[in-house]
């Protein structure tokens, strides 16, 4: 698959790549190696492997990791009670010793995890490793392994090995660096925040309904909001979050008081408010701004009654 | 044209000055890789072989600048130079190491796409416009991209981390050893512990014909520390910003768990450079460049600090340990204000000034008094009987 049609692929789910991102995905895919994926919190890395599956015709396997997690956890374990039962219920029949044993420790009393179901599952699957950097350094030695050799060896059965390679999506927010043998033995992707551009076309492209003012003013008070010295800056999930709480509220463009009144869709850390208050004009600008070219082609306010939210396709 | 006739050859050239200039980890692999992925993408388009070249040889986003400026360089400038100098040179398809076992029409079409690659660039004028109008000193030029490189930035500006012998890691264990912090919510297999484990316990006596005789056990293991080390990169720092990067180098060393940042006018992280000097591989202060020897914002630094990587680095377990002269030229009041959110999300707040050996010095200075009631310990380390007393004295809040 070429980065063509990955992008347009992904549009049609409602995904918008950029080239470069296309190209890597393109590579991950043929080269069959990991793509690990970093960028700032809500820019759609999940979302990506997500996409990548329903794009593959594919299952989406997820290994979430946290701190703590274990091989164990991410591989696979016996089924103690269903073994026991098994070995109690047995215990009159007249098998030997090695068939009962057989019979106890075959696949059907193993619980697979993530990783052990990714390896033997038929088609290959879209593996995806969420937040790699909050498992501990040890889970990240392990994952090495397993992502260097895609078999897995259970003692009691023996060595499994992937028929096919899945295809592997590792995310990071960088709450700790990665080690660089796992960046060696990944592809990397800077998923930034996205353009204006890019990021009108994923308003549109996720809310059908949007007018078009709406989305630009949306996308342009992104990029300012997104420069400021907040705590917490505002991802695309928080656009999508405001475009649609703006059309609840049926709005087709974005005012002060408006802006003022939904603020919370988007900043979430009390301090981020002030932060925006005190830039207020900047931000006023940007409505201006946005709002300025699509204004005659777009509804007017004294001749729009309060169907704002009703969007008629307008070229 | 370029100094080899095949794409190949100018691939590995490339990957070569990548890992001679740029201090990349590339091997035959990442080579190899590369190779594959130019087969894939169009080579036509050269925004496509940028990015399919960067996601197979970078590894981080600081690595991708660099490689951009590199990839620039390589293959636009010095064309710029040579196309002057020479005629194009006939070229020639050798087999390189992505197209062993590729078969004849595929080989000829990525002969083709290389043609209209060398093409493009020739006739691009974007990036060489500027060029042209000076061939001349193109030896210098060159120097220039070598110059560029981080690794020689950091031996002529930045401190050398001098080798970090045992008597550093110990220190550094004992200060890890000394910050005590309560159990985690976890519980872990082990040997001896609190709670029994019915699970292990029924697991093991499948060895016994299911019968249970060694019980098993869970405990819960301590909470480990975070340390993070906040570097003041200012000129007035001299050499002791060096020995604050060896402390960190040393923690780096005694646990996984260490973060390091430099800041004078602004903030840099240096973890990975940190973490690799403390294994002795060589080392790329590449931020430092920028942030090296000018005046000190602490107060802004460190709010910068806490809006980027607070939320994922502070928490109980954190021990920030800051180690500056306090010769601020922000306002008292901003450096004030980050002390005190500072201090509330972390366990420990260390202060390293290496004036506090100075005879008769008093932190009397605006930003040291500001910072002063907010610090929990405050010592100086200028050598390792310091980072040693430093290790007995901090106090932890658990």
Redesign the interface.
Known sequence: M??ATIRTRFRDRAFVVD??FA??L???L??E?P??I?GPAGVGKTETAKVLAEVLETRLIRLQCYE?LDAMTALYE?N??R??LR??LSETEDATIEEREAQ?FSERFLLKRPLLEAITERRPPVLLIDEVDRA??AFEAFLLEVLAEWQVTIPEIGTIRATHKPRVIITS?????LS?AL??R?????LPYPTLEQEIAVLHARLPGLSERLAAQIAALMQKLRAL????APGIAESLDWAMALMNLHRDHLDVRGFQQTLGCVLKVHEDHDVARAHAAELSAALGEASAPTQSGGYRLDTDFGFGSVSTPRR | MHPFGSLPENLADFCAVLRRDHAF?IGAG?LL?AA??LE???LSDE??V???L???L????D??AVFDAAFDRYFFQRQAIEQEQTTPVQRELEPGPGEEGEDAPSRQRSDASAAELEDALGNGSGPMAPLETNEQDGQDRFVARASYSPAEVETSQTPDVSEIDEAWIAAARALVRRVQLGP?R?WRPAATGRRFDL?RT??A??QTG?EAQAPRWLARPRRQPRFIVLVDGSRSMGQHAGTALKVASALARAT??V?AFTFSTSLA?V??DV??ASTGKPRRFQPLASAWGGGTAIGACL??F??RF????LAGNAVVIVASDGLDVGEPETLRASMRTLRRRCGALVWLNPLLETPGYEPTALGMSAARPHVTTFVSVNDLAGFVRLSRSVRFRS
């Open positions: 070429d980065a080239e470069a190209t890597a393109q590579i991950a043929a080269l190696k793509l690990l970093e703590g016996w103690y009670p073994q026991m070995a109690r106890i501990d350094e927010n960088r709450t700790r660096e660089d960046r060696r990944c592809l990397f992707f800077w010295p907040l705590q917490k | 980890h990442e890789d594959r992925a894939i993408v169009d925004r496509s940028r990015a399919a960067r996601a197979v970078t590894g981080s986003r690595d991708a985690s976890r699970r029924i697991r006596s499948l299911g996984p768990r973060e992280r973890t990975t973490r690799r709010a910068d806490l809006r607070g939320e994922r680095l």
